[in-house]
């Protein structure tokens, strides 16, 4: 069955960086979408980034853009995401999220999560 | 950026009830809503897509209509498990989610 498991979350200071990664087993990992979505605590859904099979279409959230880079490695069934700078207002769970082949805008399977917490 | 709006927040019920929730959309998302169920402590779960079609394993008292702004998800009859907040998401620009209903047990 389709697993997906989030790691890497931690507290970091203001301006820090952290480096999420997600396994995935149970299906073929190179050909889905991969989709990286999180909420902050006690709140609402926001989408952050999605990445194709092949990584050639990438996007993100304005919220992250320009200092989150998601990224994969087919080889090890793995999703990353690289954050920079981060803020206090990117403290939340994110989420590791399958989409389908053809985009990443909607998440039939979704981890656990792994939670980050950006204080000082 | 297409802003969901659901409705309503908080939605008191006795099992057996049948629950009506509200996603309205800012603008045209044709058919491209996704409705999941999320309970406490666990990662959000697909249930509709395409606005009406059920995902693989979803009991069919589970069930979305609606069209362009508005949208609705019906459950015929509430069982225990169900009682969790449901979450609309719009799939037609870069994905975005209403803020939850929640359905509570009266």
């Known amino acids: 069955q389709v697993q997906l498991v989030e790691s890497g979350g931690d507290l970091v200071k203001p301006g820090g960086s952290l480096k999420l990664s997600c396994a995935a087993s149970?299906?073929?990992?190179?050909?889905?979408?991969m989709i990286w979505i999180r909420q902050a605590p006690g709140k609402g859904l926001e989408w952050v980034s999605y990445i194709s099979g092949s990584s050639t279409d990438t996007d993100y959230a304005d919220s992250v853009k320009a200092r989150f880079t998601i990224s994969r490695d087919n080889a090890k069934n793995s999703l990353y995401l690289q954050m920079n700078s981060l803020r206090a207002e990117d403290t939340a769970l994110y989420y590791c999220?399958?989409?389908?082949?053809?985009?990443?805008?909607?998440?039939?399977?979704w981890g656990q999560g792994t939670l980050v917490t950006v204080s000082s | 950026e297409i802003v969901l709006t659901q409705s309503p927040a908080t939605l008191s019920l006795s099992p057996g009830e049948r629950a009506t929730l509200s996603c309205r959309a800012s603008q045209s998302v044709a058919n491209y809503l996704v409705w999941y169920q999320q309970k406490p402590g666990q990662a959000p779960r697909l249930l509709i897509y395409?606005?009406?079609i059920r995902a693989t394993g979803i009991p069919a008292r589970f069930s979305g209509s609606g069209s362009g702004t508005d949208f609705t998800l019906t459950i015929s009859s509430l069982e225990p498990e169900d009682f969790a907040v449901y979450y609309c998401q719009q799939r037609s620009n870069w994905p975005t989610f209403g803020g939850g209903t929640k359905v509570e047990i009266k």
């Open positions: 149970g299906f073929d990992f190179s050909d889905f979408y």
């Open positions: 395409e606005a009406s």
């Open positions: 999220a399958r989409g389908d082949y053809y985009d990443g805008n909607w998440a039939g399977f």
